[in-house]
């Protein structure tokens, strides 16, 4: 939670100092975001695979552990794709790669920035934040309507972390562990499909 | 951009070697947040600085919006399609 603000905060105050061209002016002559892009992706490969959690898992819950993200990607990608149809605002390569961030939005918007372009990078951090706070929101009534997968699903990426506070109060102590697996499988998925989407 | 897929696949490589030296993954992953609050930043000065898309918050704003209430949609939508087959059933077959 603390880090999401943090996100937020630096992603303002870069707004800010762009919009008052108050520029560091190392930043004029060379880009460095790039590399930075580069260094952080491998560091999110050795985080990945310096964790052996999610493999334990799957050993203890068996592959059924594994439809509540396939789940949530085809559902995702099955949502977007109605409403890029319907309102014909993207095209469905930009609405599939902003979709592929399910909620995580510091990387997914980044990588979409460095391979598509800086307004859709706008679009895919303010789409995944959104779907962080609507699923803060709505975790409890999804329940009652939906059934105790739904907040889960809703959260994408973020059921490990910053939604499974809300996820674990609305749909039950035993679906934490379901909603911890759905987020790891959907963190390590999320570079690779906007990767794929927006380069095949 | 298949540099950022390798740097990935082999970081994975490189985490399962040092995997057992935790202070070491510590503080990298320490630098994954650092790395995210520069480029984060670094998107906001592109952004602030760029007239059009300044201009064209709102729209992009609202596009945002609609692929978030799609994807959510279509999300718990097969959330209840699977817990009525799979979860739910299992359940009550327990229960029997």
């Known amino acids: 939670m603390k880090n999401s603000l943090y996100i937020l905060l630096f992603f303002v105050a870069g707004v800010l100092f762009g919009y008052g061209q108050w520029i560091p002016a190392w930043l004029n002559d060379t880009d460095p975001s790039k590399y930075a892009l580069y260094l952080l992706m491998l560091l999110v490969g050795i985080s990945i695979g310096a964790d052996k959690s999610s493999l334990l898992l799957i050993k203890s819950q068996g592959l059924r552990l594994l439809l509540v993200p396939l789940a949530t990607i085809i559902g995702t990608f099955a949502g977007v794709l109605l409403v890029v149809g319907l309102t014909g605002s993207l095209s469905i390569r930009e609405g599939l790669a902003v979709g592929a961030g399910f909620g995580y939005y510091s990387l997914s918007s980044i990588i979409i920035t460095q391979l598509h372009s800086e307004a859709l990078g706008v679009v895919a951090l303010l789409s995944n934040v959104i779907r962080e ?25 973020t059921s490990m972390d910053t939604t499974l506070p809300i996820i674990t109060a609305s749909s039950g102590k035993e679906y934490a562990i379901i909603a911890l697996f759905h987020g790891i499988i959907l963190t390590v998925l999320v570079p690779m499909l906007v990767t794929l989407i927006l380069t095949i | 951009m298949a540099e950022i897929l390798i740097l990935m696949f082999g970081g994975m490589i490189i985490g399962h070697v040092i995997s057992s030296r935790k202070k070491l993954v510590n503080v990298l992953e320490k630098l994954i947040m650092w790395s995210i609050f520069l480029l984060l ?17 709102g729209t992009l704003g609202l596009t945002a919006m609609i692929l978030s209430l799609g994807g959510i949609g279509g999300s718990v939508i097969m959330a209840y399609v699977l817990w009525r087959i799979f979860f739910r059933e299992k359940k009550s077959s327990h229960e029997e």
């Open chain 2, 41 to 57: 930043f670094l998107l906001g000065i592109a952004i602030g600085r760029n007239p059009e898309i300044m201009q064209a918050l």
């Open chain 1, 133 to 157: 706070i609507i699923t803060l929101l709505l975790a409890p009534i999804m329940v009652v309507t939906l059934g105790r997968l739904a907040p889960i699903t809703s959260a994408g990426a």
